[in-house]
C-alpha cells in the first residue's frame, strides 16, 4: 500500500531534522549547513521561516512541549490506569530509551538545558516551559492518586523530584554506560513511594480517638 501520509512542511522537516541533529550533535556542534545539508534544503528556505540558528532552536523547543502529550505521555500511559503506576511507566519509558541506545540516550531537554549555560531569555524561557510541562504531568498523577498519599504532601514538589530522578539517572546511565545507575535511582524513588503510601495508610489508624468525659457521680 502507498503510503498516503502528506509530505511534512518544509517548516516541519527543517523542525524535525533540528530535533534530530541537536539530540546527536548538540545544538553548538550543529551548523546550519549542517541542518540546511540534513533536510535538504536551501539556505532560502530555512531563513524564510526563522531568522537564524536560535529560532530554530526555539520552535524545536515548542515542538517537544507542544508533543509530551502524544509523543511521550501516551505511549508510556498505554493501558497503566493507577495514577502512580503511571509515574514510573513513563521512568520506564526513558529505561527504553536507554536500553534501546545501548545507554547513548540523554533526555533531549536536560541535554540542551546543560549544553546552553547562558541562554538567552527566550530560549531559557522554553526551557523552563518544558520541564514545567512534564512536571505538570506527573504532578496530575500525584493528585489523582488522593488519600493514597498524605494530605500534607507537597505534590508540586514531588513531581520536581521525580523529574530530578529522572534526569539524573538517566545522566549517570550513559556517562558510565550501564542501565543499573537508572535503576538504583528509580528503586530508592519506588521505597520513597511506598513509604509515603503506608503513612497515609497508618495515619487514620493512629489518629487519637476522642476522649471520653468522665460521668459525674452524685453525692450521698
Not at 5 to 31: C, H, N, V
Request: glycine share 6%; net charge positive.
Amino acid at each position: 500500500m502507498p503510503d498516503t501520509a502528506p509530505a511534512p512542511s518544509t517548516r516541519d522537516r527543517l523542525i524535525q531534522t533540528a530535533m534530530k541533529l541537536f539530540w546527536e550533535k548538540g545544538y553548538g556542534s550543529t551548523s546550519v549547513a549542517d541542518l540546511l545539508q540534513a533536510a535538504g534544503v536551501n539556505s532560502g528556505s530555512l531563513y524564510h521561516f526563522f531568522p537564524g540558528k536560535q529560532d530554530v532552536l526555539l520552535a524545536v523547543l515548542d515542538a517537544y512541549r507542544d508533543g509530551i502529550g502524544p509523543m511521550l505521555l501516551a505511549p508510556a500511559w498505554q493501558g497503566v490506569d493507577d495514577p502512580i503506576e503511571r509515574v514510573f511507566a513513563l521512568l520506564a519509558r526513558y529505561r527504553l530509551g536507554i536500553v534501546q541506545t545501548d545507554c547513548g540516550y540523554a533526555c533531549p531537554i536536560g541535554s540542551l538545558a546543560l549544553e546552553i549555560h547562558e541562554p538567552d531569555p527566550p530560549v531559557r524561557k522554553a526551557l523552563a516551559a518544558n520541564f514545567n510541562a512534564w512536571t505538570d504531568a506527573i504532578e496530575a498523577c500525584l493528585v489523582a492518586a488522593g488519600p493514597r498519599l498524605p494530605r500534607s504532601l507537597d505534590r508540586r514538589e514531588l513531581a520536581r523530584f521525580v523529574l530530578t530522578t529522572m534526569e539524573g539517572g538517566v545522566m549517570q546511565a550513559r556517562t558510565h554506560r550501564d542501565v543499573a545507575y537508572f535503576d538504583s535511582s528509580v528503586r530508592q524513588l519506588r521505597l520513597y513511594f511506598d513509604h509515603l503510601e503506608r503513612e497515609a495508610a497508618d495515619k487514620p489508624s493512629r489518629a487519637k480517638a476522642p476522649r471520653k468525659r468522665p460521668t459525674s457521680r452524685g453525692t450521698k
